[in-house]
């Protein structure tokens, strides 16, 4: 059965939901009906509102009138089925059906090089959610074991039996919203990635293993050769993960095609900045939406702005712990993401100048440490914490050659231990 249709405005599922219904219908001009979209089928290949490339050739599956209420039923990133008690096994390999997308929707009376408000009202959570130890984590290097770990979900919080004693609170947005590029802006983020991953840069170039829509980007698709992976963010948006951008927030994305092609995945229950383990806890979840035309906007040419109230970017702690990295480390050592640009400068220095990457480096080593001795956990779980839990700020970028990151840790997740001491 097909969940695209229109349907009177209703009653929300929360009274976060309620609110932004009854703001909206308030306003002029506001359209009082529901596009809904996704998700058929037990995987992204199968439901005709899915998409996992980007690319100007990729047809819109719906179109909305600016203002109308949106609601995107979107799967998780790596497209699993997260039902601990399922027996579906899944024919595709691994890896290729990142990220699924569900759009990308024709926004009515937008053109190409207008700017487009994405107003996000609410995020209904699934019922569970996974975090993992990946290889493209910031510090996996420093891990021989790999962790995957398991949450239930509710409006409220999250908690898994492979971390007892540590409760997170939701706070959902979406890692992946994004436009679709146009053909000037393929053409020029192709030619950029192809020149990085020639200078042995870390990129992901187009693969047609998996890709949807088949037609468009699969092996015998029309624009394989040219279908963008979804793993980094753009200009167009794409794969953000900022944790700011929840409900209450609106960004601002370019149009590059007619119609914007609006497209939302990748959803996060919670993350800490810098999602360092390389998952937050990634779930399947539905989004409410509305979008609209920002008159005489500019588009950025460096990447999306955003805006919205100052309580999303706070901790969800009243007490946190922090500790400090500066660009430091063992005369000899490469860090990973240094690697690709030689070793004869880089080895023989303890210190390098300015460098905030290996100063954030340092700060979450340092955290995972600490959160290891001081709540009993094995470094592989104090990985996983702090990848859904931990803040990376910069401190100061002004005094060379030690710029300091500092990594925050919301005490508030640690449930304090049963009466009885057990």
């Not at 037990?42 to 949106?70: K, Y």
């Not at 053109?111 to 959610?129: K, R």
């Not at 030689?342 to 905030?356: C, K, Q, R, T, V």
């Not at 002004?398 to 710029?403: F, L, Q, R, T, Y």
Request: hydrophobic fraction near 35%; glycine fraction near 10%.
């Amino acid at each position: 059965m097909s969940l695209i249709r229109k349907r009177s405005l209703g009653m929300g599922n929360s009274l976060g939901f309620l609110v932004a219904l009854f703001s909206l219908s308030c306003s002029p001009g506001m359209d009082d009906s529901i596009l809904e979209l996704g998700t058929d089928g037990r995987h992204c290949g199968e439901d005709p509102h899915c998409v996992n490339r980007l690319h100007h050739a990729i047809p819109m599956v719906a179109s909305a009138d600016q203002g109308q209420t949106i609601v995107l039923h979107t799967r998780n990133a790596s497209d699993f089925d997260l039902d601990p008690n399922s027996t579906y096994d899944d024919p595709r390999r691994p890896g290729g059906p990142v990220h699924p997308i569900t759009g990308p929707v024709h926004i009515n009376g937008a053109e190409s090089g207008d700017l487009l408000a994405v107003t996000l009202l609410d995020i209904e959570p699934g019922p569970y959610g996974y975090t993992s130890i990946t290889s493209g984590g910031w510090v996996t290097d420093r891990f021989e074991e790999r962790l995957r770990v398991v949450w239930e979900l509710d409006r409220t919080s999250a908690v898994s039996d492979g971390l007892s004693g540590v409760r997170i609170p939701n706070a959902s947005f979406p890692g992946l919203i994004t436009t679709l590029p146009g053909v000037e802006q393929v053409r020029l983020m192709l030619d950029r990635e192809e020149q990085l991953a020639e200078a042995g840069g870390s990129v992901s170039l187009p693969n047609p293993e998996n890709a949807y829509p088949a037609e468009v980007c699969g092996p015998e698709g029309s624009h394989w050769e040219e279908c963008l992976r979804t793993f980094p963010p753009r200009e167009h948006g794409g794969n953000l993960d900022i944790r700011h951008l929840g409900v209450g927030a609106t960004i601002y994305l370019p149009c590059y095609v007619d119609g914007c092609g609006l497209a939302i995945g990748d959803l996060h229950y919670a993350q800490g900045d810098g999602e360092v383990a390389g998952t937050a806890i990634e779930m399947d979840a539905t989004v409410t939406l509305t979008a609209r035309v920002v008159e005489d906007g500019n588009i950025s040419k460096r990447g999306p702005h955003y805006e919205g109230p100052s309580s999303l970017l706070d901790i969800p702690s009243g007490r946190f712990y922090a500790t400090t990295g500066f660009p430091l480390k063992e005369v000899g050592e490469i860090p990973p993401d240094m690697e690709y640009l030689g070793s004869d400068e880089i080895a023989p220095l303890a210190n390098l100048s300015l460098d905030l990457s290996l100063a954030a480096r340092s700060a979450l080593l340092e955290m995972i440490d600490y959160i290891s001795k001081t709540y009993d956990k094995s470094r592989e779980q104090a990985y996983i914490i702090a990848s859904v839990a931990v803040d990376l700020r910069i401190g100061e970028l002004v005094d060379a050659p030690n710029v300091a990151v500092t990594a925050i840790l919301p005490l508030d997740i640690f449930e304090p231990p049963p009466l009885d001491g057990r």
